[in-house]
Nanobody, 118 residues
């Protein structure tokens, strides 16, 4: 029943922008912390940005000042606005929903490809 559906990925030139969206269903969205993670070929999956149910945010140092995460609880959707994109941002980006002190409830989207290349 739980589903996270991502959209907005694609090919963009260095310095360009993309906005990723993740629409959630099957959960009480407003109480979940939401996050974006990414995985490049041959690399481990890494945290990009998170936003709590109280709208506190956290960013990886590599994206700080360039990416913004925000949520719209009325639409059960979390977004990742990506500006000033670099080739090293190329990866599959995954949406995550997490709830509980020990992350008892932890769900993932299918991933969306972001490619930054000229």
């Amino acid at each position: 029943q739980v589903q996270l559906v991502e959209s907005g990925g694609g090919l963009v030139q260095p310095g360009g922008s993309l906005r990723l969206s993740c629409a959630a269903s099957g959960i009480t969205f407003s109480i979940y912390a939401m996050g974006w993670y990414r995985q490049a070929p041959g690399k481990e999956r890494e945290l990009v940005a998170t936003v709590t149910s109280g709208r506190s945010t956290n960013y990886a140092d590599s994206v700080k000042g360039r990416f913004s995460i925000f949520r719209d609880n009325a639409k059960n959707t979390v977004y990742l606005q990506m500006d000033s994109l670099k080739p090293e941002d190329t990866a599959v980006y995954y949406c995550n929903a997490r709830y509980g002190a020990t992350s008892l409830y932890d769900y993932w989207g299918q991933g969306t490809q972001v490619t930054v290349s000229s």
